[in-house]
C-alpha cells in the first residue's frame, strides 16, 4: 500500500534534485544501465509472476501450516529469481540472488526505501533516533554506534566480555549434568556482556535482573503479525509499550546522573562503557545528544545487537556440536593461540582471551560465517519501492516492479543457491578460506548474510584478517572433546529446527547435554 504523504515529500526533493543533479544523474544512470540488470524505467512491461494461492488470504495459510522459508523456497523453484507473493492484500516481490538484487540493495533511498519499513521498529527503539528520524540524522547516530564498536573501544570490552563469560560458566556450570536450554544460556551471558559493556559496572552489579526481563519484554519472539501491524493491541505488544516505558525510566535516570555529577559514576564504571560514549557524542552542528536520544540509541543497540548475537552464537554453539571434527580444530585453535600469546610475553601467567587473540581466531571466525550462512538471523531483508523499476533475469525475462511495492530479499534462499556455494546444504568453514573464497568469488551480493550495499551491517566490518588459515590443523583429524553435546544426529535436524512456525519468524536450536 503506498504512502501518500512519504512519496509527496520524496516527489517534491526529487523534483529539487532533479534540476541540480541531472547533469551528474545523467552518467550515473547510463553508466548503471550498461553495468547492472537492473534500470529504473518508465513502466511499460508485465509485473513479476504471482504465486498461486487462495484468493484473499493467499500464501498466510501456506506460511501458518508449514514455514515462510519453506514457501519462499518453493516458490524460488517454481517460479525463478523475480517473483511476488500475496496476502490479505499486501504484496511482496522477492528477489533472489545477484543478478536481480543490485537495485535493492545499491538505489539512492528515494527509489528503494529502508525507512519506510523498518518504521514498524519505531515503537521498540522509541521516538527520535533510528527509523522515525530523517536519512541524515539517521546516519550520524549510525556514526555514533560506529565510534562504540571502533578497535581502541572493543580491545578494552573484550577483556570485561571473556571476564563474563568465564564467570558465569564457573558459577553455573561448574556441577551441572544434563540437559541445558542453549539459547536460554547464551542469552543469559549474553545480557551479562550487554549490561556491563553497555551500561557500566554499577547497573550490571545492581539492576542487570531488572533490566534483563525488561528487554526479554521488548523484544519477545518476533512475530510476522508485529512485521505487519506493530500497533495492534495485543498482550505481546502491551508488553512491549509497558517495557519500553520503564527502561526509559532507567536509561534516562542513569544518563541523568551521569551528566549531572562525576559522584554518578560509581566505583568501577570506567570511561569506556557504549552509554558513555553516546552520552558524549555529537552531531556535526555540535548539538550533543538528549537523555531520550541516549534511551532510544542504547535500546537500538541492545535491539540490534541481542537478538542477531544470540541467535548466532546459539546456531555456532549448536553447528560445531554436530560437527566435532570443527569443534575441535576451533578449541585447539584457541589452545595454540593462548600458548602463543604466552611465549610472546614470556610470562608464566595464564593466558587471557584478549582482542589480538579473537582477531586471531580464523577456524571460529569461518565457523560463525558458515553458521550465519545456513542461519541467517533474519529470513529476508525488506525495502519499499519508492519508484517504478524493471528488472532483468539472468536468462533474460523483464519485470516491470511497481512504485510502492514491499520488496523482499529472502538471505534463507539466497545463501545456498547452488551457482554461488558448492553443496550448499552442507556445514563447511573451508568455503572461506584462501584459495576457495565462495562469497568473494561470488560478488559483493553474494553473501547477505550482514546486508549489502547502502546498508550493510557496520558490524560485519569486526571481522579476521583473511591471512591465518594456513596455520590450521587439518579439522580432519581431529576428534571432538567431551563435555557438551547435542541431541539427534545428521544436517537434517538443524535445518528442521530453524523453520519458524505459527506465524514466528524462525526458530532457534534450544536442548544441548552436558557431561
Ligand atoms: C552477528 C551479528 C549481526 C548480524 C548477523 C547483523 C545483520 C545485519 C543485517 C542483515 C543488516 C542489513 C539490514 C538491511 O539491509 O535491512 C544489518 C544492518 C545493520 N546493523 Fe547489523 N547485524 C549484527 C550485529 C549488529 C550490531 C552488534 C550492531 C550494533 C552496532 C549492528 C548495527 C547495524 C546497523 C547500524 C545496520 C545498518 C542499518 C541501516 O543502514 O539502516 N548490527 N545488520
Redesign the pocket.
Known amino acids: 500500500m503506498e504512502d501518500h504523504q512519504t512519496t509527496t515529500i520524496a516527489h517534491t526533493w526529487l523534483a529539487v534534485m532533479a534540476i541540480a543533479v541531472l547533469p551528474i544523474a545523467s552518467v550515473l544512470i547510463l553508466t548503471a544501465t550498461k553495468m547492472g540488470r537492473t534500470v529504473v524505467a518508465p513502466p511499460k512491461r508485465k509485473g513479476p509472476p504471482v504465486a498461486e494461492c487462495a484468493p484473499l488470504l493467499g500464501v498466510l495459510p501456506a506460511i501458518l501450516t508449514r514455514s515462510l522459508q519453506d514457501v519462499m523456497r518453493d516458490q524460488y523453484s517454481k517460479l525463478g529469481s523475480v517473483f511476488t507473493l500475496s496476502s490479505l492484500g499486501v504484496k511482496v516481490t522477492f528477489l533472489v540472488g545477484p543478478e536481480v538484487s543490485a537495485h535493492f540493495f545499491h538505489a539512492a533511498e528515494s527509489d528503494v526505501s529502508?525507512g519506510d519499513v523498518y518504521k514498524v521498529t519505531v515503537p521498540i527503539i522509541g521516538k527520535g533516533v533510528g527509523y522515525d528520524v530523517d536519512h541524515d540524522t539517521?546516519n550520524e547516530q549510525?556514526r555514533f554506534?560506529a565510534d562504540t564498536?571502533r578497535p581502541a573501544k572493543l580491545r578494552s570490552h573484550a577483556r570485561l566480555m571473556a571476564g563474563e563469560v568465564e564467570e558465569y560458566f564457573a558459577a553455573k556450570w561448574g556441577a551441572v549434568r544434563g540437559t541445558v536450554d542453549l539459547k536460554q544460556e547464551v542469552e543469559n551471558v549474553l545480557l551479562q556482556i550487554a549490561s556491563r559493556c553497555l551500561l557500566g559496572k554499577k547497573v550490571r552489579d545492581h539492576m542487570h535482573d531488572e533490566v534483563s526481563s525488561l528487554l526479554r519484554e521488548l523484544i519477545g519472539d518476533l512475530h510476522l503479525v508485529s512485521l505487519f501491524f506493530p500497533y495492534l493491541p495485543t498482550p505481546a505488544h502491551r508488553r512491549r509499550d509497558r517495557a519500553r516505558a520503564r527502561l526509559e525510566e532507567i536509561f534516562s535516570g542513569i544518563a541523568r546522573l551521569r551528566r549531572s555529577s562525576s559522584a554518578g559514576r560509581g566505583a568501577g564504571d570506567d570511561d569506556h562503557d557504549m552509554l558513555q560514549s553516546l552520552l558524549d557524542s555529537r552531531y556535526r552542528d555540535g548539538g550533543g545528544t538528549t537523555e531520550a536520544e541516549v534511551t532510544g540509541l542504547l535500546v537500538a543497540?541492545l535491539f540490534?545487537?541481542h537478538h542477531?548475537?544470540t541467535t548466532?552464537t546459539t546456531w555456532t554453539a549448536a553447528r560445531l556440536l554436530r560437527h566435532a571434527e570443527w569443534l575441535h580444530a576451533a578449541t585447539e585453535e584457541q589452545r595454540r593461540l593462548l600458548l602463543l600469546q604466552r611465549n610472546d610475553q614470556n610470562d608464566d601467567a595464564a593466558a587471557v582471551i584478549d582482542y589480538d587473540v579473537l582477531l586471531r581466531m580464523d577456524v571460529l571466525h569461518r565457523s560463525v560465517k558458515e553458521a550465519?550462512r545456513l542461519h541467517p538471523?533474519?529470513p529476508m531483508?525488506?525495502r519499499r519501492a519508492r519508484r517504478a523499476f524493471t528488472v532483468r533475469t539472468e536468462d533474460g525475462a523483464e519485470y516491470e516492479v511497481r512504485e510502492g511495492r514491499m520488496l523482499a530479499s529472502p538471505l534463507v534462499v539466497n545463501n545456498l543457491l547452488q551457482g554461488i556455494y558448492r553443496d550448499p546444504d552442507v556445514f563447511d568453514p573451508d568455503r572461506f578460506a584462501a584459495g576457495r573464497e565462495e562469497d568473494r568469488v561470488g560478488g559483493d551480493l553474494a553473501y547477505t548474510?550482514?546486508?549489502a550495499g547502502k546498508?550493510?551491517?557496520?558490524?560485519r566490518g569486526l571481522r579476521l584478517p583473511a591471512d591465518q588459515s594456513d596455520t590450521e590443523p587439518s579439522p580432519q583429524e581431529l576428534r571432538a572433546p567431551a563435555g557438551i553435546s547435542l541431541p539427534g544426529d545428521g544436517e537434517h535436524d538443524l535445518h528442521e529446527a530453524q523453520r519458524g512456525s505459527h506465524g514466528k519468524l524462525q526458530e532457534t536450536p534450544s536442548a544441548a547435554v552436558v557431561h
Request: net charge positive.
Open positions: 529502508i539517521r549510525h554506534f564498536l543497540l540490534t545487537g542477531t548475537s548466532v550465519l538471523v533474519t531483508i525488506l548474510s550482514f546486508g546498508h550493510a551491517c557496520m558490524a
